[in-house]
C-alpha cells in the first residue's frame, strides 16, 4: 500500500471543470497532492491542486510531458489524448480509466457496438461515415422514424444529439461520423454509478431518477432513491454492474439507462468518470462519487454506497434569456430552505443552458425533497448582472 | 443583499491552519474569494485560497494591511490582534467575531468574569495576576484543593490548563496572570454550537458528548446527539443560546459544558468560530458548521442545524511513541470500514499528541458508530516514517 496522505505522491488530473473541482474537495481532504492539467487558465480546477498546468487535453506532448512526474494518472472529461495514454501505460504510468475503456467510449459508435457485441442490453443502432451514408440509408428505409441521431464524437450536455422525424430533419445536421438508435419509449430515464478499483473490487450506488428539461435535452432534477420497485432497481444495478466487468474500467462508471414501457433497462450511454447524476452522494451518501473515484484509482477500499436521507439534485443552467457576468438572482431564498445545499462551480459568465452549478436537497421523504426541488428551481435564477 | 458568489466579494480570514482549510472547501463550494492569513508558509490553507499572505496574526499592522482590500473579515483562530480589528471596524469594515467579542473570550479571566457578571451558570472562579498572588491565596485557604489552574491567556489543546492538588503543584505553574476554577465534579463534557448573523437570527446544533483522552487533556471522541435525556439537552441548548446572546458574537459560538452529578449545566469555555466538536457536522448535518459560519458572517439566512444520521468524531493525534514525517497506519482498513471518513489536516510533521485529523463515522445507530469508532481508534495510528 504506497503512501498517499500528507506524502510526494502525485495525483495527475486530466481536465479542471467542475468535477475536477469537486475532486479536489476529496484530495484536499486527504491531503493528496494533485496537478491539474486544463486548457483554461480560469477554470475551476486552477485553485485547491497542488499544481496547475494550462495546456490542451488532447495534445499528445502536453499530456506525455505533463504525466512526467505524476504517480497515478485520471480524467474528469472523456476529451483527451487517448494515445498517450496508452503510452504513459505502457512505460508503466498508473492510468485510469485505462485508454482502452476510454477508446470505447469516446466514440459512440464503437459504445454502440460494444453493447451489442457483448450481449448488453441497448437499443438497436446503425453507424454512418457521413451524412451521405446516413441520407442514403433513410431513403432505403422511409419506415424508420423517428430515430436518434448522434454525432459519433464530440457530444457534450446534450449536444450532438438529436430526434430526427423525417428525412428533411436529418438533411440539417451537420456532417460528420454519426449513428443512428431507435428511439427508445421509456416510461424514465436511470442512472447507475459503479465504482471499481484496479483489486477488481466493485459497489454501485443505489439507482438515480432522472427528468429532463424538454427543450435544452439536460438533467433538471436527480432523485435518490429511482421512485421505481425494488426489482427494477435490482435489475439496473445488475446491468450497471454487467457493464463496468465487461469494460474492464477502473474509477468510477456513470450507467445511464432507460426504463422502457415493458419495465425492460437498456443501457443508453456510459462516462467514466463522477458524473453529474451523482451529485447527489456529496450530501446523500455515506462516500461521495468524488472520494470513491479517488479510493478506486489509488486501489483504496471503496467506500459505503448507501444513503443517509433522500436526496434531490437540481441542476443551476443559465437562464436561456441572459448571457453576460452572472448573477444567482435569489440565492439567498433557497439557501433558507430545509436541507438545501447550492453549489457553485464559478464560471463567470452565464449564457443559456450553461451548466453553473447545481442543488442538493436532503430530507427524510424523497416526495418531501422533490417538493423543495421545484421551489428551489422555481426561484432561484441564473441571470446576468445589470451592469455587465 | 450583497452578491458574494462567483464575483469580487472578498472575505479576509486570520489564521490558516485546520478550521481555515475546511472553511474554505465552503468558500470554493459557493465560489467566494478569500484572502488568507498565516504566519507559517506551509499551512494548510496556504492552497485553496485565492490569495495567501504570510504573516503574523499578532501584528497590528499585518493585520491593518492585510484587511486593506477585504469585504468581511473572519477568523479561524482567537489569537490574532484585537486592537486592529476594533480599528478595523470604526473604519467601517465588517468584522465578525467583533473585537469586543473576542477581548471577552481571548482572556480566560475576563471570560470569567462576564459569566459570573451576566448570571450564566459557570463555576467559581479566582482571577490572579501572578504566581505570587496564586500561592498567597492558596496558602490562605489550605482547604481549597483541588482546583483547575488556568492561564489567562495562550491556552490551547489541553496547554494552559492543570489540575493542582496541593500547594506543591501550584509551584510548579508558570509565573503568569491566571484563574482558579473550582474542580467540576461532571458526569460528562457536553458542547453546543450556536451560531447568529448580524441579521440576529439564531440556531443551534444538537448536543454533543465528549469523552476526553485521559493524559493528554484532548477530545477523543465527539458523539452526536449526546447520551442524555431531552430535558437536559434543552438546557444545554437553552445555555449556549443564552451566552451567543449575552456576548452578541456574531458567527459561530462554540459554548462547552460541564454536565454535573446533580444535572446542572455549567458553561465550561467558549470559542467564537468552528470547533473540534462541531466537526462531525460535515458529513452528519443538513448543514455543516463551517458552511454556518459563512453563512452567519455573510448575513445569510443560516442553514438546518438538525442532523441526518447518528455521528461520532475520533480525533487523529500523534502517536505519543513518534515525532517526524507522518505516516497514517492502517488508514486503508479503516476506510474499508462502514460509513467511515478520514480528514488529514495536511500537516508533514508528527509529534506526541499534535492533532494531524479527524475521522468521522456516520450511522443509523449512536451506539454502533461508538463501536466502529472505538475500532477506528484502535486500528489507525499516527506515527512517523521511518526513513524520516
Chains 1, 2 share one sequence.
Not at 114 to 140: G, P, Q, W
Not at 230 to 250: F, G, N, T
Request: proline share 4%; glycine share 6%; net charge negative.
Amino acid at each position: 500500500m504506497y503512501n498517499y496522505f500528507s506524502s510526494n505522491f502525485t495525483l495527475g488530473i486530466l481536465g479542471g471543470g467542475q468535477l475536477g473541482k469537486m475532486l479536489l474537495n476529496e484530495t484536499r481532504k486527504y491531503d493528496i497532492k494533485t496537478k491539474v492539467l486544463d486548457p483554461n487558465p480560469e477554470a475551476p480546477s486552477a485553485i485547491a491542486c497542488n499544481q496547475f498546468v494550462c495546456g490542451s487535453l488532447l495534445d499528445y506532448k502536453t499530456v506525455m510531458q505533463f504525466a512526467e512526474d505524476v504517480d497515478v494518472l485520471t480524467i474528469e472529461i472523456e476529451a483527451v489524448n487517448i494515445e498517450a495514454l496508452r503510452d504513459l501505460a505502457q512505460q508503466g504510468k498508473k492510468v485510469y480509466p485505462s485508454a482502452e475503456t476510454l477508446a470505447v467510449i469516446q466514440n459512440k459508435q464503437i459504445q454502440k457496438d460494444f453493447y451489442k457485441n457483448n450481449n448488453i442490453a441497448t437499443s438497436r443502432h446503425f453507424n454512418f461515415a457521413s451524412k451521405v451514408e446516413l441520407v442514403n440509408h433513410l431513403k432505403a428505409h422511409p419506415n424508420l422514424f423517428p430515430q436518434v441521431w448522434k454525432a459519433a464524437t464530440g457530444g457534450y450536455d446534450g449536444k450532438g444529439v438529436q430526434v430526427i422525424k423525417n428525412l428533411d430533419d436529418a438533411k440539417q445536421l451537420p456532417d460528420v461520423a454519426c449513428l443512428l438508435e431507435d428511439l427508445v419509449d421509456f416510461k424514465t430515464e436511470l442512472a447507475v454509478i459503479v465504482a471499481r478499483n484496479s483489486s477488481g473490487e466493485v459497489k454501485s450506488y443505489p439507482v438515480v431518477e432522472m427528468e429532463f428539461h424538454p427543450e435544452a435535452n439536460q438533467v433538471e432534477y436527480v432523485l435518490c432513491p429511482a421512485r421505481i420497485s425494488d426489482e427494477i432497481a435490482q435489475k439496473a444495478r445488475d446491468l450497471a454492474e454487467e457493464v463496468s466487468s465487461k469494460i474492464k474500467h477502473v474509477g468510477l462508471l456513470a450507467v445511464e439507462l432507460f426504463l422502457t414501457q415493458l419495465n425492460d433497462v437498456l443501457v443508453n450511454e456510459v462516462a467514466p468518470r463522477p458524473h453529474n447524476s451523482g451529485h447527489f452522494s456529496i450530501e446523500g451518501s455515506y462516500t461521495n462519487q468524488f472520494e470513491q473515484h479517488l479510493r478506486a484509482v489509488l486501489d483504496l477500499p471503496l467506500g459505503d454506497t448507501s444513503t443517509k436521507q433522500a436526496a434531490v439534485m437540481v441542476n443551476l443552467v443559465g437562464d436561456e434569456a441572459f448571457e453576460g457576468n452572472v448573477l444567482y438572482k435569489n440565492i439567498e431564498h433557497v439557501m433558507s430552505l430545509k436541507g438545501v445545499t447550492p453549489h457553485i462551480y464559478g464560471k463567470k459568465f452565464t449564457r443559456p443552458f450553461r451548466k453553473m452549478g447545481h442543488v442538493t436537497i436532503i430530507n427524510q421523504s424523497i416526495e418531501q425533497a422533490r417538493e423543495i426541488a421545484a421551489q428551489v428551481k422555481s426561484q432561484l435564477k441564473v441571470i446576468a448582472h445589470e451592469n455587465a
